[in-house]
């Protein structure tokens, strides 16, 4: 099974300056395809979880331009330029190359200082 | 507009078995997979599992495997996760998610089971 792990588990962001999340995956998420398989998610306070990102750097219907996604093979980033009071939350990669199974890392919570 | 809605919290007694539903619309049921996945207090995601709407085809997870049993009705749009001999460990918010065009692009609001004597 590939495990999917995130750095820092916690953060504390000014508002108005940038965050950054690390998400490594124990095998690599590069399909024969070419596509890569890693997407992000941020789960805010007392709501379901919500898709930011789709292959690796793709911003899904919505989502603010403050978000990015890079990386490639097994070492992923996730950058939000600017924080914003209503970026507060957990934010999680998974990983879904290994059909039918699909992995999540253990999370990152972002606080606002 | 895509929207799945999840039945109530439910609370059960250890070993008992809890049957949560997940109604979806605003696109054919058919036409892509339907996950459960389970979110102990304080926790990360965990995915238990899916159906595919249109042949009733599933897949667990290792972890749930033997205990969970998901499916999907046609006639009313409704997957269903069935979670058998439960223990405390089990207590969790519970969702379901769709595969529309990306894994997991929209969720049910969650169901929270509570396990208690």
């Known amino acids: 099974d590939i495990v999917m792990t995130q750095t820092p588990l916690s953060l504390s962001v000014t508002p108005g300056q940038p965050a950054s999340i690390s998400c490594k995956s124990s095998?690599?998420?590069?399909?024969?395809?070419?596509?890569?398989?890693l997407y992000w998610y941020l789960q805010k306070p007392g709501q379901s979880p919500q898709l930011l990102i789709y292959?690796?750097?793709n911003r899904f219907s919505g989502v603010p331009d403050r978000f990015s996604g890079s990386g490639s093979g097994t070492d992923f980033t996730l950058k939000i330029s600017r924080v914003e009071a209503e970026d507060v939350g957990v934010y999680y990669c998974?990983?879904?190359?290994?059909?039918?199974?699909?992995?999540f890392g253990q999370g990152t919570k972002l606080e606002i200082k | 507009e895509v929207q799945l809605v999840q039945s109530g919290a439910e609370v059960k007694k250890p070993g008992a078995t809890v049957k949560i539903s997940c109604k979806v619309s605003?696109?054919?049921?058919?036409?892509?997979?339907m996950h459960w996945v389970q979110q102990a207090p304080g926790k990360g995601l965990e995915w238990m599992g899916l159906v595919d709407p249109e042949d009733g085809e599933t897949v667990y997870a290792e972890k749930f495997q033997g205990r969970v049993t998901i499916t999907a009705d046609t006639s009313t749009d409704t997957t269903y996760m069935e979670l058998s001999s439960l223990r405390s460990e089990d207590a969790a918010v519970y969702y379901c998610?769709?595969?529309?065009?990306?894994?997991?692009?929209?969720w049910g609001q969650g169901t929270l089971v509570t396990v208690s004597s």
């Open positions: 998610a769709t595969t529309s065009g990306y894994p997991f692009d929209y």
């Open positions: 998974m990983q879904s190359i290994q059909l039918p199974l699909y992995s």
């Open positions: 605003g696109y054919t049921f058919t036409d892509y997979y």
């Open positions: 095998q690599s998420l590069l399909h024969s395809d070419r596509k890569t398989y």
């Open positions: 292959e690796v750097s």
